[in-house]
């Protein structure tokens, strides 16, 4: 153990922190397709993304071609509270596997919110507190993200209104009152409070919520609401920018010993973690400096990537969202009861799914009791309690590490560790009691979803 001279956390010093974004759009030859007004089918403008959205965080939007955007000086104030974050060498994994593989993990848990979700709602806070805006709406499904940004805006002084999908607001009463701690006002997503949260009530009695339900609420609260702009969590060109902090600080770190990775392994949701750490990395492909195989986790019920179509869709239920390209099930998918592990939004980054399409990136989905199953390992060995969507990661990363003990090679893996799991126990219950099960949705069910996208430009 302990062979070489790595330490097993490389930690950077306050100075090496990145000082900007890295904007991976200004390197890729196939920008991502724009996002287009439903009603026109026009790529949306500034000005018709100002009805929801703070302005500076439009200019980061629709920026292709800034390589570099400066990180203001109250931001990285904010990140200096908890960052850098650690880059750890798992070395108990390794003895544990026997594999001959090196295996690293970038681990984002270590703030409040307990996920990598602060390094863009700080961002996002900021832009809306420096436009003079009163508050910001959001949606938030497990709650993480609702939680950073109930952070984020407590720091500020900004007002903070959460719609949470109900059947979290209701399985997990803790997150709901730490957002409610940090000052936000949480509303369980459908509520009656908004004219399209009425209108799924009416047309689905006793639905327990979508993340797309939740963010058509978010949005009429905002439009409905005075000096208040909408922020999204994930998806968007613009958070995976404020996510690049991940790759950029992983990226120093390994360089300072002389560590080149071989495989880059991250969970997939809406892609934000996953786009942010192998940004820096993806912008060496593009230019053709180095190569790395990059995999992209998801959960089998729900496969965007692995299953999805390549298409315009909606990002919200209530279809009141521009239009997306992207790997996307359908905005009416909705991922089976039993599905406990997260990383459950129907579609895909736009940037991610650029990347993908043209055969930059790789993807797998996994099953949710293997994914338990990593966790576990994990846990006992590494200390940390993972979240189960970055439990995704971490199944791909043994699975890499095993396929080296077989051929014998010492390959560098690096994945990351995008939370802890501390409010997820009730699926480790279910794991743990042995009653956990997976599902895999149909080729039927998938297509129900397809049916639902709409015409094509
Ligand atoms: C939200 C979240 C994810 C998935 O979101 P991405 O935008 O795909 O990164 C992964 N891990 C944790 C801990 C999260 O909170």
Redesign the pocket.
């Known amino acids: 153990m302990n062979d070489n001279k790595i330490p097993y956390k490389i930690y950077l010093s306050e100075d090496e922190i990145p000082k900007q974004w890295y904007n991976v759009r200004a390197d890729m030859k196939n920008k991502p397709a724009p996002l287009l007004n439903p009603a026109t089918l026009k790529p949306m403008t500034a000005e018709e993304l100002g009805a929801v959205f703070c302005d500076e965080l439009i200019k980061q939007e629709l920026d292709d071609n800034t390589k570099w955007i400066d990180i203001p000086d109250d931001i990285l104030s904010f990140y200096k509270m908890y960052r850098p974050s650690p880059l750890v060498r798992a070395y108990c994994l390794e003895e544990k596997l026997k594999t001959p593989a090196k295996i690293y993990y970038k681990f984002e848990g270590n703030n409040t919110s ?4 602060l390094n863009s709602a700080i961002a996002q806070a900021y832009y809306a507190k420096k436009q003079g805006l009163k508050g910001v709406t959001t949606e938030t499904g ?1 709650g ?2 609702g939680t950073a940004l109930s952070m984020a805006c407590a720091y500020l002084g900004l007002d903070c209104l959460v719609y949470m999908v109900k059947v979290s607001y209701e399985q997990k009463p803790f997150r709901r009152e730490v957002m409610r701690t940090y000052g936000a006002t949480v509303t369980p997503s459908p509520s009656d409070t908004t004219e399209v949260g009425r209108k799924i009530l009416a047309e689905f009695p006793g639905t327990t919520g979508s993340l797309g339900c939740a963010i058509s609420e978010a949005v009429e609260a905002e439009a409905t609401r005075e000096g208040y702009k909408y922020v999204l ?3 968007l060109n613009q ?1 995976l920018l404020h996510q690049t902090i991940i790759g950029l600080e992983t990226h120093t770190a390994l360089k300072k010993y002389d560590i080149k990775p071989d495989i880059i392994i991250g ?8 786009g942010g750490l192998i940004s820096p990395f993806m912008g060496e492909k593009l230019r053709g400096e180095a190569d790395y195989r990059i995999i992209a986790v998801e959960p089998a019920s729900c496969p965007s990537f692995t299953r999805g179509k390549f298409a315009y869709d909606f990002c919200d239920t209530g279809k009141i969202c521009p239009l997306a390209k992207m790997y996307t099930l359908g905005s009416q998918f909705i991922p089976s009861p039993n599905h406990a592990g ?2 459950r939004f129907h579609g895909m980054s736009p940037i991610l799914s650029q990347l993908y399409h043209d055969g930059l990136m790789e993807a797998v989905a996994v099953e949710q009791t293997s994914v338990f199953e990593a966790a576990t390992t994990f846990a006992r060995v590494e200390g940390i309690l993972p ?1 189960p ?2 439990s995704h990661a971490i199944r791909v990363a043994i699975d890499e590490a095993l396929k080296c003990k077989e051929t014998g090679e010492e390959k560098t893996i690096v994945f990351g560790l ?2 802890t799991g501390y409010f997820d126990m009730v699926a480790y219950q279910k794991y743990n009691d042995g009653a956990m099960s997976d599902y895999i949705p149909t080729d039927a069910e998938i297509e129900k979803g397809f049916a639902g996208l709409p015409a094509q430009p």
Request: some cysteine; aromatic content about 4%.
């Open positions: 307990g996920s990598h979700k497990a993480q993200w969590g994930s998806v958070v969970c997939a949701g809406g892609g934000s973690n996953l997260g990383l979240a969507e970055s995008t939370g």
